[in-house]
Structure formats: structure tokens, C-alpha cells
């Protein structure tokens, strides 16, 4: 049978990878690299990662305009700090966000594509996503058919992102991998390739509904995919970890990773973010040097 085009295009990456030689290169890395970057500056930096995210069972109009609100309080507040790369909502709050928002450069981000499962029709993520855009959406984060993934059924994978990355037009868009449920190295490869191949943005770990989330052993292999395709096709594409992200050394341990793998050209807030919505308080209150839960 002959190969597809998918399988061709994987087949130029080296994918066959040992997940216990990455575990070793990932303590390596937090053994001897993270110390020197658990700095002010640093965690600075971090607070203008953060994509602000309320995904919530209870969320409603109140909630995220009140959610939008402290962002354009930040703002005033803080003046010396970075505010927020992004908040980030389903998207039948996306025109909440966009008509309370007075921030310039904060994104917005929506859930589309039937979060977090992905099991939905292509058409009910078509018009989800759509409409999304419609309302305002900058960013659309949508989720690899896992399943499909997992079955080997590539092409599918793939063309659903594809046609997703259409409907997204010049709007950016993040894969989430679900690295948790891809249990290998060698997955966590060859899902981020098929996806940056198949028109992703970025490429993003997990939807934060399930464990394990982001792992530093995940971020390095998604790191190390960014890298290869980008020396391979010139095109960067963006990472972000999300889900897991409990405590400001998390944080500092996938900036570390980033630094070390990519280089400081992924050192901005275009190119990394961070789903969380507990960290940015934990990032401020040690920026600040006062206990603050200001979102």
C-alpha cells in the first residue's frame, strides 16, 4: 500500500524516540538550568504569558465580564507589569470578552471543536469554531481527535485540522495534543508534526480537564518537534503548555525547557503562552513580594 502524504511528511522526522533518555534530558535540564532562571525578570515575563482561562461548568455572562474586568484593572493597577497575553473562554462568551475588554494586545481565545473531548461531528466544530470568529474570537484552541490518533487514522487527524485551520482564516490556532492520553515520547512527536503539518499555530499540551497535563517530559518532545520543522520548513510555530501548571517553578521549569530547546527566539509572548488561570495569581504575588489573589 502506498504511503499517504501525512505518513511521508512523518517519515522525514525522527519519531522512534526513548522516553527514558527523555526523562534523563529533562532532569538534566532542571537540574543545572532552572536555578538561573528563577529570577524577578523571569517570572515578570511569565505574568505576559499567561493566558487567563475560565472554563468552568458554572461560568456565565456575570462571571467572565467580571473575569474581563479585573484584566482591564491589571492594567491600572499594575502599570509597571506585563498584563496578560490572553483570556481565554468558550466561545459563547467570546462577545462578552470582546465588548468588555479595553485592553490593546490582550487576545482572545476560545474552546472550539467540541472541548475537551473533540468527539463531535466536523460540522458541529465547523460552525462552532465559525461563529466563535464571528464573535470575536482572536485565537481558536481546538483538540486533535485523540482517538483517531490513537486508531492511527493520520489523515483524518490531519484534514480535520486543516479544515479547522480554514474556517480560522488569519486567526490563530492552537492544537491541543492531550499528551496525557498519548502516554509516549514517540506520540507526543508524531501528533505535534501531523498537526504543525496540518496547519496548526501552535501547538498546546493538554486541555487541563485530564491527568496527567502538561509534563515537563511532554513540553521538551513538543520543543524538540517546533525545533526539527522549523529547520526543516523555516515556519515557527508557537508552544503552550497548559493544564498541571500549579506552582511559579512549573512555570519557570517550561520556560527553562523553551530557552534551552528552542532558543530566545521563543522568548515572547507571541510565540509562548501558558493555559492557567491559578498561576498568574502565584506569578504576582511573588513579583510583587505580597500574597495576592487578584484574579
Excluded at 479585573?70 to 496578560?84: A, G, S
Excluded at 470575536?136 to 479544515?163: C, P, R
Amino acid at each position: 500500500m502506498e504511503e499517504n502524504k501525512y505518513e511521508k511528511t512523518l517519515n522525514l522526522y525522527n519519531c522512534e524516540l526513548n522516553d527514558d533518555e527523555v526523562r534523563e534530558a529533562v532532569r538534566k535540564i532542571i537540574a543545572e538550568k532552572v536555578p538561573q532562571n528563577d529570577t524577578p525578570e523571569v517570572k515578570k515575563f511569565l505574568m505576559g504569558s499567561v493566558e487567563l482561562t475560565t472554563l468552568k461548568t458554572t461560568d456565565s455572562e456575570e462571571s467572565v465580564m467580571a473575569f474581563t474586568e479585573r484584566v482591564n484593572q491589571f492594567d491600572e493597577q499594575y502599570p509597571e507589569l506585563p498584563h496578560v497575553a490572553t483570556i481565554c473562554v468558550y466561545p459563547c462568551f467570546a462577545k462578552t470578552v470582546a465588548e468588555t475588554l479595553e485592553i490593546d494586545g490582550v487576545e482572545i481565545a476560545c474552546v472550539s471543536g467540541s472541548f475537551p473531548s473533540s468527539q463531535a461531528l466536523i460540522e458541529v466544530k465547523v460552525a462552532e469554531t465559525a461563529l466563535a470568529v464571528k464573535d470575536g474570537a482572536t485565537e481558536i484552541d481546538i483538540v486533535m481527535s485523540v482517538g483517531k490518533f490513537l486508531s492511527g487514522n493520520y489523515e483524518e487527524v490531519a484534514d480535520e485540522i486543516s479544515e479547522l485551520k480554514s474556517v480560522c482564516g488569519d486567526k490563530k490556532m492552537k492544537v491541543i495534543l492531550e499528551t496525557g492520553c498519548l502516554k509516549t515520547a514517540s506520540n507526543i512527536k508524531k501528533a505535534s508534526i501531523l498537526s504543525m503539518y496540518a496547519g496548526a499555530d501552535y501547538i498546546k499540551t493538554s486541555t487541563g480537564k485530564l491527568e496527567p497535563a502538561a509534563t515537563p517530559e511532554a513540553a521538551y518532545v513538543m520543543c524538540q518537534a517546533i525545533k526539527e520543522y522549523y529547520e526543516k520548513t523555516g515556519i515557527q510555530i508557537g508552544f503552550k503548555p497548559a493544564g498541571g501548571l500549579n506552582t511559579v517553578m512549573d512555570a519557570v521549569t517550561m520556560y527553562t525547557i523553551v530557552k534551552e530547546v528552542l532558543g530566545e527566539q521563543w522568548l515572547t509572548n507571541q510565540w509562548f503562552r501558558m493555559g492557567t488561570s491559578r498561576l498568574a495569581n502565584l506569578l504576582l504575588s511573588e513579583v510583587t513580594g505580597v500574597e495576592t489573589k487578584f484574579f
